[in-house]
């Protein structure tokens, strides 16, 4: 028999499907499975039945209670996935971002002991209570912007304890919010105050020490490495990463973010999950990315909130085949916005994507960047019912009206978790 339909979302003005290939490469980026008034049977926790409302609402049978909604006028897509972000830590720096309009660089301001490290101080100094009060609030607000499943990355930690405490964090959030949390241990993401002449000695208790720790307690998925100049070298980032991927993880990679240094050469070598930021990537870069399964996850509100003119060559990316995901970089030093649709504007102001490519790129292909792409991104029956549904009629509105959340209602599991 039919399974008993809980949640029917119908008269649904511009139904967004993603259904089509995984992941999307090239043109087929434009590809959106867009269905004008469609409707969406969830049964419990998944999709039961997506296609035209008229359709639909005929074949279904509804269980006693289901919730009925009608979204004409709206745009109906799958909850958008976030596949970079740094939501474990306390403390804002926004004196930074002013030293930065005053000309110093992100890295000036780096080297002289602000940057990564002076959130690193104030996250050793927290509480796994306070620490996960505050991380609480940038999870919620990214689901608050249509956001059901995130990747979330440890590195305000740089001790085994600390790091340990994070991603217990993020363990802690996964079971306790109605989103989804894919954890990476990224203690490779700056060299700590107490280590600065013994760099090598750090990258040592890396590998020996963080992460047999981190498996040991299966507390990340993925590992990841800032594998930049004046952070960790080509050489380095290979050897944690080989170490991690001995330990059961997939990788990760911090690749040519302010300098091209042969991150997304590595990344694709390695057989990287994906290599993120990539503004300065090499040619070569590029067709390595693009002959491989390694996404690359593009990160424009970063290069914006760095006031940097440098943006990764998404046009290129896009033409020859490369796997194009985007995401927030949610972090308190370079990108301190929870919005996803933010970035989508970004994307096709200082990126040239279109609003259809950049939708592929916060669903299928951000999945893919999560190890998820079988399952998540997509409107299809069987998978989970993660939905957002927008207060727009035209899905273009997306980049076009910015600035604002324009999320009216998130479906996590086949539940309502936010309305506004
Ligand atoms: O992705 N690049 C390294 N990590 C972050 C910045 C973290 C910070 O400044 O706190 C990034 O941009
Ligand atoms: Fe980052």
């Known amino acids: ?209 963080m992460i047999p720790a981190v498996a040991a307690k299966k507390l990340a998925l993925f590992c990841d490495v800032f594998c930049e100049d004046g952070v960790f070298t080509v050489e380095e980032s290979r050897a944690i990463l080989t170490a991690a991927r001995k330990a059961g993880m997939q990788l990760k990679l911090h690749a040519d973010e302010l300098k091209s240094t042969g991150g997304a050469e590595l990344a694709a070598e390695m057989g990287a999950i994906s290599a993120d930021h990539l503004m300065f990537i090499s040619d070569k870069g590029i067709e390595m990315l693009a002959a491989s399964q390694t996404a690359a996850v593009l990160l424009p509100g970063t290069s914006f909130a760095l006031g940097l003119d440098k943006t990764a060559p998404a046009r290129t990316m896009i033409e020859k085949g490369v796997i194009v995901a985007l995401a927030t970089d949610c972090n308190p030093g370079s990108s301190m916005t929870e919005s996803l649709a933010m970035i989508i504007t970004l994307a096709a102001l200082k990126l040239k994507m279109t609003a259809a490519e950049a939708l592929s790129a916060v669903t299928v292909n951000a999945a893919c960047a999560i190890g998820q792409g079988e399952r998540l991104g997509r409107l299809e029956s069987g998978l989970p019912a993660d939905i957002a549904i927008w207060d727009m009629r035209d899905y273009r509105e997306l980049p076009y009206h910015y600035g604002v959340n324009l999320v009216e209602t998130v479906i996590k599991n086949g539940k309502v978790v936010v309305t506004r």
Request: net charge negative; charged share 25%; hydrophobic share 40%.
């Open 1 to 209: 028999m039919q399974k008993k339909t809980t949640m029917l979302i119908k008269n649904i003005g511009q139904l967004v499907t993603m259904q089509g290939s995984v992941p999307r490469r090239g043109r087929f980026m434009n590809e959106i499975g867009l269905i004008t008034n469609g409707a969406v049977a969830v049964a419990g926790d998944e999709i039961l039945a997506v296609g035209k409302s008229d359709d639909i609402v005929g074949r279904v049978e509804l269980a006693e209670n289901c919730d009925v909604i009608s979204a004409e006028n709206h745009v109906v897509t799958p909850g958008f996935i976030d596949p970079h972000t740094h939501p474990v830590f306390v403390g804002t720096r926004e004196a930074e971002f002013e030293m930065r309009l005053a000309g110093k660089s992100y890295m000036e301001i780096a080297q002289a002991g602000g940057g990564i490290r002076s959130t690193v101080r104030q996250v050793r100094e927290a509480t796994g209570e306070e620490l996960y009060a505050t991380s609480r609030k940038t999870v919620a607000a990214l689901l608050a912007h249509g956001v059901t499943s995130i990747e979330a990355k440890s590195g305000y930690g740089l001790s085994t304890e600390a790091e340990l405490k994070s991603l217990e964090v993020i363990r802690r959030l996964n079971e306790l919010e109605p989103v989804d949390l894919y954890p990476t241990f990224l203690g490779a993401h700056e060299v700590p105050d107490e280590y600065r002449d013994h760099h090598k000695e750090y990258v040592e208790l890396v590998i020996n020490e």
